[in-house]
């Protein structure tokens, strides 16, 4: 199982990003997938969740309205579209395997988002 995080970057507040992860090893169409965020000095924070068809979507209270989750199953990708971007969004952003903390088996090595002026 491989999972391929990329797209992150440093954007000035309320500018734009679009994550996308990579999946490999598994057949990605069978399983929930997930964002997770980790910032420096704390532990990690779910984002957001899909489930294995995309037509269920979840998000942070903190990310509502300025992130949406996707994904293409025939290409095996996972993606994060990042609006408005907050000071407060400045993290390592990896996605996961899985639907809640408790259940991931798989994280990718994260993309490094840093929101500035």
């Known amino acids: 199982v491989q999972l391929v995080e990329s797209g992150g970057g440093r954007v000035q507040p309320g500018g734009s990003l679009r994550l996308s992860c990579a999946a490999s090893?598994?057949?990605?169409?069978?399983?929930?997938m997930s964002w997770v965020r980790q910032a420096p000095g704390k532990g990690p924070e779910w984002v957001s969740n899909?489930?294995?068809?995309?037509?269920?979507?979840f998000y942070a209270d903190s990310v509502k309205g300025r992130f949406t989750i996707s994904r293409d199953n025939a290409k095996n990708m996972l993606y994060l579209q990042m609006n408005s971007l907050k000071p407060e969004d400045t993290a390592l952003y990896h996605c996961?395997?899985?639907?809640?903390?408790?259940?991931?088996?798989?994280w990718g090595q994260g993309t490094q988002v840093t929101v500035s002026s």
């Open positions: 090893g598994f057949t990605f169409s069978s399983y929930d």
């Open positions: 996961a395997r899985g639907w809640a903390v408790y259940e991931y088996d798989y």
């Open positions: 899909i489930n294995t068809g995309g037509g269920s979507t």
